[in-house]
């Protein structure tokens, strides 16, 4: 069965500083997967997605994110954090061939002045 | 473009009384799904459908109801509402189910049952 893991179900970082948010999977099959950012009161709005291909996903607002098979991981980030990404992100993934999507229970980054 | 649209944004239920959330999308997409989010959960799928008329489970289905009737909209419905579905219900819709198909996501409706 498909899982995700979202290490630390808050961030705190400071405005300028690097964002780094964890994700882990288990698939049994080669996976699809994905970064959503919900803002306050809002629906998920994708950042980004990795299918094929280059490893080194890049995204929207200067994210990206790394698929390592190895590691089994897809960890989001952002070089230079600014407070208008303060929101909630969720790692996802979906099976290739597969229907539902898997989301983690996502990570909160809060970013200080 | 609306993009998805969600009707109601809150709503106040008392145990056992009946809702009807409703979904739209004007982005011509065949999938739609209905999602909750809890605290420390993520989301889950509840229903889902793969175009006009037709309906099938997810992952939390129990105590929810589902029908397609026009592409366009996807109606989540509360028999007897529990205290357990207070959660924030999300809508969302793709225009396949394959491979990487982007899912676009509504507003959101908070509900609270007492």
């Known amino acids: 069965a498909q899982s995700v893991t979202q290490l630390g179900s808050h961030v705190s970082v400071s405005e300028g500083a690097l964002v780094l948010l964890r994700c882990n999977y288990s698939s049994s099959v080669p996976p699809y997967l994905f970064w959503y950012v919900q803002y306050p009161n809002q629906g998920l709005q994708l950042l980004l997605k990795?299918?094929?291909?280059?490893?080194l996903v890049k995204g929207i607002n200067g994210f990206e994110a790394e698929f390592k098979k190895s590691e089994t991981s897809f960890h989001l980030t952002k070089p230079s954090a600014h407070m208008s990404d303060a929101a909630e992100y969720f790692c996802?993934?979906?099976?290739?061939?597969?229907?539902?999507?898997?989301f983690g229970a996502g990570t909160r980054l809060f970013v200080k002045a | 473009n609306a993009g998805v649209t969600q009707t109601p944004k809150f709503r106040v239920l008392k145990t056992g009384q009946s809702m009807t959330l409703l979904c739209a999308q004007d982005?011509?997409?065949?999938?739609m799904y209905w999602y909750r989010q809890d605290p420390g959960m993520g989301l889950r799928l509840i229903h889902y459908?793969?175009?006009?008329?037709?309906?099938a489970k997810g992952e939390v289905p129990d105590g929810y109801n589902v029908s397609r009737l026009k592409k366009q909209n996807f109606l989540l419905g509360l028999e007897s509402a529990a205290p357990s579905q207070t959660s924030v219900y999300f809508c969302?819709?793709?225009?396949?189910?394959?491979?990487?198909?982007?899912?676009?996501f509504g507003p959101g409706t908070r509900l609270t049952v007492l």
């Open positions: 459908s793969v175009g006009e008329g037709t309906t």
């Open positions: 982005m011509n997409h065949e999938y």
């Open positions: 996802a993934v979906r099976n290739t061939g597969g229907f539902k999507t898997i």
């Open positions: 990795y299918t094929t291909g280059a490893t």
């Open positions: 969302a819709s793709s225009l396949r189910s394959d491979i990487s198909d982007t899912q676009y």
